[in-house]
């Protein structure tokens, strides 16, 4: 008989999961003789603790790749009226786990955090910066943006999102 698809999603261990507007779904069932197997469950809570929150997410697009010194714009995805802040580091390994905001934080030794405006009636915030000079090589920034409605009192950090940088002669 063919295999069972995986679980979209399995916590174990002592693992704190936050959704934000997040839909789960498992894996398909394999092929095999006398028909496909099963899907996966959509989750599997082996242990660890799971909150799903029905608030918006927020995310930020940025291009993939820029040239030391040239123009970048990125775009934060969020509610009507956030103020939008962006948070840049060089480093993507410490994370900081904050149960008053919703998301990780990326918050190395190296970071920069700044407000960089408020969001549209459709929550949308598009800036353009200058990407930072590079002497040689490829240098990687990670940015995330992090939306505060105050409205609703609402702390949103997005996913961090990688910016490769491009030095001279690349």
Known sequence: PAGW????????GTSD???????????LGGLGYGGPGQP???????????????????SLTTPAVVRSGQPATLTFQGKNGDIVF?????????????????????VPPDSFFTRIGKADTSGQLSVVLTAPNVSSGVRTFYMQAAGVNHATNDIVMGSPVPLHVLGPGL
């Open 17 to 27: 999961v936050d959704l934000v507007s997040a839909s789960l779904s498992g894996g």
């Open 86 to 106: 962006l948070l840049i580091s060089s480093s993507p390994s410490a994370f900081a786990y904050l149960r008053n905001v919703i998301g990780p934080i990326v």
């Open 40 to 58: 996966g469950p959509p989750l599997n809570v082996v242990s660890g603790n799971l909150t799903r929150h029905k608030k918006l997410a927020r």
């Open 5 to 12: 698809g995986g679980a979209g999603l399995e916590l174990r």
